[in-house]
């Protein structure tokens, strides 16, 4: 996990890190237990282990992703974020690969410094 910071922009940052890595424990270790992970058609992933599920496909894309933070509000320990990201490359399956969205995120500052997604939404901003 990456250094702890007081600037929630970071959890960007760390999963940024984590996805272009292909960790995906790295990225799990970024979302509370009981986080939300919200997919392109509106439904939603609840817990680590679905949460697992979601990112194990966005993962198997490939290409490497960016994170470009629009803001980052913060009160106490909550913050709420937003990112317009974009995934560029070649897909496993060979094909040209570019996909974005804009994001709206709440994460937590955790005991240890680090902070945690609470609602993780990809395609927020749409």
């Not at 250094?3 to 760390?14: G, I, M, S």
């Not at 970024?30 to 194990?56: C, M, P, R, S, W």
């Not at 913060?74 to 317009?84: F, H, I, K, P, V």
């Amino acid at each position: 996990m990456p250094k702890p910071d007081p600037d929630p922009a970071t959890a960007h940052v760390a999963w940024e890190t984590y996805f272009n890595a292909g960790d995906l424990d790295g990225l799990l270790s970024l979302y509370e237990d009981d986080g939300i992970f919200v997919n392109a058609d509106g439904t939603h992933q609840t817990g680590k282990a679905a949460i697992q599920v979601a990112l194990e496909g966005f993962l198997a894309n490939g290409g490497s992703i960016t994170l470009d933070t629009r803001y980052a509000m913060r009160t106490g320990d909550l913050a709420l974020l937003s990112n317009e990201w974009r995934l560029r490359g070649t897909g496993l399956d060979g094909q040209v690969l570019d996909a974005g969205g804009t994001t709206a995120e709440i994460v937590r500052l955790h005991a240890d410094g680090h902070w945690r997604y609470v609602v993780d939404h990809p395609w927020g901003g749409q």
